[in-house]
């Protein structure tokens, strides 16, 4: 049996590269490409795919937030992200997100369908570069004393500091939701108090520590 891959990178070009290799896999067919993370979501919602290649930095909803709406809506849906980022911390919030597997896009295109199929058997893939690093923090006992952002924020604070940090101002966001400049700044407000920030440009800086905006 075929397994359906949904495709989802900022990049036409790497998705259409990507495309040609997994089609030419014997039990693998691309059933759908996104171009980004509230793509993703939908189109995972309509093509209900065995795996979803995920990357991270996208514009309109990065791969850890459509990661975790996909994952909650198709538990049976296995997403393998597949990005540039090696940072622990978004490996972290990746996994925590819901991602079953880690690939590094220097990878050999092989590591990658060992990568799917390790997640299709429902075991979880990291790649040899990301195990190293985990180890080396293991080992060395680096405490992380800050609690994971989706740990902290709801989904809709989650989704305003993306937007806070991609350069929206409040009377746009408010547009966005169609609510008041002053509710979004409530919701600001309440972002900042939770995690312990006092400017603007600090909440700017957090957001692209932990990989929550489109900016990188």
């Known amino acids: 049996m075929s397994l359906n891959i949904l495709v989802v990178d900022d990049h036409a070009i790497f998705r259409e590269g990507l495309k ?3 089609d030419k896999e014997p039990d693998m067919t691309v059933a759908g490409e996104a171009g ?6 939908r189109i ?14 996208m514009p309109s909803m990065n791969g850890i937030e459509a990661t975790r709406r996909i994952v909650a809506e198709l538990p049976d849906t296995k997403v393998l992200v597949l990005s540039m980022e090696s940072d622990r911390r978004f490996v972290v919030e990746a996994l925590g997100s819901g991602a079953m597997g880690y690939v590094l896009k220097e ?3 092989a590591e990658l369908v060992t990568a ?30 800050l609690p994971l952002t989706f740990e902290l924020l709801t989904t809709r604070e989650r989704e305003i500091i993306q937007m806070i940090a991609d350069g929206q101002n409040s009377k746009e966001i408010a547009h966005h939701y169609g609510v008041s400049t002053k509710t979004i700044e409530v919701h600001r407000h309440n972002i900042m108090k939770k995690l312990n920030l006092s400017s603007v440009a600090s909440l700017t800086k957090y957001a692209l520590r932990e990989g929550l905006t489109s900016s990188f």
């Open 107 to 109: 990878s050999v295109f």
């Open 36 to 41: 980004n993370g509230s793509e993703a979501v």
């Open 20 to 22: 040609s290799l997994l």
């Open 44 to 57: 995972a919602l309509e093509l209900r795919p065995d795996v979803v290649i995920m990357d991270i930095s």
């Open 116 to 145: 799917i199929h390790t997640v299709v058997d429902n075991e979880t893939y990291l790649g040899p570069r990301i195990t190293e690093m985990i180890v080396k923090d293991y080992i060395q006992r680096i405490p992380d004393k």
